[in-house]
C-alpha cells in the first residue's frame, strides 16, 4: 500500500469518528431538548391544577361570604321590623294608659262641699235635767279617714296609685285602711288590668 492511500484511509476514519460524535452530539441534546419540553409541560399541568382549585376555592369563598351577607342583612331587617312593632306596642300602652287615667277621672263623682261653720258661733247651750245620766259620748267626724260607700273614690286612688308604679299589695293595704269596701279584690283586679300589670 502505497503511502497516500494510507494517508486517505486515517483521515476517512478521522472523519468517520468526528462525524459519529457529532452524531452522538446532537442526539444527546436532541434527548435532553424533550426531556426539558416534558418536564416544562408536567410543570405547566401542576401549575394549571394549582391555579384551577385556587380558583375554585376562592369562588366557594365569594359564596360563603356573599351568603353571610344575605343573612345579616336579613337579620338587621327583622331586628328593624322588631324596633318599629316594639316602638308602637310602647305608644299604644302609654296611650292606654292616658285613655284610662282619663276615663276614671271623668267618670269619679264630684266631692261634695265641705260645710263650715261660723269662726265665732258658739254652741248652743242647752239645760239638762240633773236627774237624767250622762249621755254618751260621740266620735268625732275627724277622727279618722271617711270610710264607707266610697267605691268610686277607692278605684280613682287606687287607679293614680296603680298608674304611679305602687304594688297591688300597698294599693290593698290603704284602701283596707280607708273605705269599706265589699269586693276590694275585684276592684284591684280591674284597676291593674287596665294598667297592664
Same mark, same amino acid.
Given at each position: 500500500?502505497?503511502?497516500?492511500?494510507?494517508?486517505?484511509?486515517?483521515? &476517512?476514519?478521522?472523519?468517520?469518528?468526528?462525524? #459519529?460524535?457529532?452524531? +452522538? =452530539? /446532537?442526539? %444527546?441534546? @436532541?434527548?435532553?431538548? $424533550? *426531556?426539558?419540553?416534558?418536564?416544562?409541560?408536567?410543570?405547566?399541568?401542576r401549575?394549571?391544577?394549582?391555579?384551577?382549585?385556587?380558583?375554585?376555592?376562592a369562588?366557594?369563598?365569594?359564596?360563603?361570604?356573599?351568603?353571610?351577607?344575605?343573612?345579616?342583612?336579613?337579620?338587621?331587617s327583622?331586628?328593624?321590623?322588631?324596633?318599629?312593632?316594639?316602638? &308602637?306596642?310602647?305608644?299604644?300602652?302609654?296611650? #292606654?294608659?292616658?285613655? +284610662? =287615667? /282619663?276615663? %276614671?277621672? @271623668?267618670?269619679?263623682? $264630684? *266631692?261634695?262641699?265641705?260645710?263650715?261653720?261660723?269662726?265665732?258661733?258658739?254652741?248652743?247651750?242647752?239645760?239638762?235635767?240633773?236627774?237624767?245620766?250622762?249621755?254618751?259620748?260621740?266620735?268625732?267626724?275627724?277622727?279618722?279617714?271617711?270610710?264607707?260607700?266610697?267605691?268610686?273614690?277607692?278605684?280613682?286612688i287606687?287607679?293614680?296609685?296603680?298608674?304611679?308604679?305602687?304594688?297591688?299589695?300597698?294599693? #290593698?293595704?290603704?284602701?283596707?285602711?280607708?273605705?269599706?269596701?265589699?269586693?276590694?279584690? $275585684?276592684?284591684?283586679?280591674?284597676?291593674?288590668?287596665?294598667?297592664?300589670?
Amino acid at each position: 500500500m502505497s503511502e497516500g492511500s494510507g494517508k486517505q484511509s486515517a483521515a &476517512a476514519a478521522a472523519g468517520e469518528r468526528v462525524r #459519529a460524535v457529532l452524531e +452522538a =452530539a /446532537e442526539q %444527546s441534546a @436532541a434527548e435532553l431538548r $424533550a *426531556e426539558a419540553a416534558q418536564e416544562i409541560d408536567s410543570q405547566l399541568e401542576r401549575a394549571e391544577a394549582v391555579a384551577a382549585r385556587l380558583s375554585e376555592r376562592a369562588n366557594q369563598i365569594e359564596r360563603s361570604l356573599q351568603g353571610i351577607a344575605d343573612s345579616v342583612r336579613d337579620e338587621v331587617s327583622a331586628l328593624k321590623a322588631d324596633l318599629e312593632e316594639l316602638r &308602637a306596642v310602647g305608644e299604644g300602652v302609654a296611650e #292606654a294608659r292616658t285613655a +284610662a =287615667a /282619663e276615663e %276614671s277621672v @271623668a267618670a269619679a263623682p $264630684a *266631692e261634695a262641699p265641705v260645710a263650715t261653720e261660723p269662726e265665732h258661733a258658739e254652741p248652743e247651750r242647752v239645760e239638762r235635767d240633773p236627774a237624767e245620766p250622762e249621755p254618751e259620748p260621740t266620735a268625732s267626724p275627724a277622727a279618722g279617714p271617711p270610710r264607707g260607700d266610697g267605691h268610686e273614690g277607692a278605684r280613682v286612688i287606687a287607679l293614680n296609685m296603680a298608674l304611679n308604679g305602687s304594688p297591688r299589695e300597698e294599693t #290593698a293595704r290603704y284602701l283596707q285602711e280607708n273605705f269599706d269596701l265589699e269586693d276590694p279584690d $275585684a276592684l284591684l283586679d280591674e284597676v291593674y288590668a287596665r294598667v297592664g300589670r
